[in-house]
């Protein structure tokens, strides 16, 4: 175990659902992450938020919208997604970067699948 | 493009055998990070090697790092069936948010 935890583990929605997806980190840590993983592409970086604020949106589409309400905890509501969402959808989280550079700790991620 | 390339894109070996995977990057990032993915699950961090540094061992890992070509290599000696994972490498630049481009993979598989 990573010390970050993402429920739920799989997800079936339709494209006119309303969900979300949960992160949390045990770690003590003050950034926290998503990733979109795809299929045959490379995982992408979509939001960044340092002591709970958003200091990254990666061009990600509204239907997608992130919540950090404290530095441990980390949302992802999703709206009227598409197809093409299906993915997996992993949190991370490091130390505040800061001036350095550190090593990021993955969940385990959500398979989410659009219908 | 701002990815990473990992190469080859997959590799199989006989366990005991040693596995090279390589990475060039394309953008003036100064840290390079490794990571593996077993199917379906989250990435775990290997190592991390900054632009000042060469090389870094870490127990059967053995990463360089070469800034002149933009290019990185992942050993793993004596490889054995739970290293069979992909293997991904990260660029990024101190001070820019620790915000990692990844690239695409190398796909390792060890046999017994």
């Known amino acids: 175990e990573t010390g970050v935890t993402q429920t739920p583990r799989h997800l079936v929605m339709g494209m006119t659902n309303k969900k979300s997806l949960k992160c949390e980190q045990h770690?003590?840590?003050?950034?926290m992450y998503w990733y979109k993983q795809s299929a045959k592409k490379p995982l992408e970086l979509m939001f960044v938020?340092?002591?709970?604020?958003?200091?990254e949106n990666n061009s990600v589409p509204s239907r997608f919208s992130p919540e950090c309400p404290n530095s441990s905890h980390l949302f992802l509501h999703l709206h009227t997604l598409q197809p093409e969402d299906s993915a997996l959808y992993l949190c991370?989280?490091?130390?505040?970067?800061?001036?350095?550079?550190?090593?990021?700790?993955f969940g385990p991620g959500t398979r989410l699948t659009v219908t | 493009s701002q990815q990473g390339e990992e190469d080859p894109q997959a590799l199989s070996i006989q366990e005991g055998e040693n596995a090279t995977m390589n990475c060039s990057y394309k953008t003036s990032k100064n840290n390079l990070q490794w990571y593996r993915q077993n199917s379906g699950r989250g990435l775990v961090h290997l190592i991390l090697?900054?632009?000042?540094?060469r090389e870094k061992h870490s127990g059967r890992l053995r990463v360089t790092l070469d800034t002149s070509k933009k290019s990185s290599s992942l050993l793993i000696t004596a490889s054995r069936a739970a290293d069979t994972a992909s293997y991904f490498c990260?660029?990024?630049?101190?001070?820019?948010?620790?915000?990692?481009?990844f690239g695409t993979g190398t796909q390792l598989k060890v046999e017994l």
């Open positions: 990260a660029t990024g630049l101190t001070g820019g948010g620790n915000k990692l481009t």
């Open positions: 991370a989280s490091s130390q505040n970067p800061g001036t350095s550079m550190y090593e990021q700790y």
């Open positions: 938020y340092n002591f709970k604020e958003q200091t």
């Open positions: 090697i900054r632009s000042n540094e």
């Open positions: 770690l003590g840590h003050n950034a």
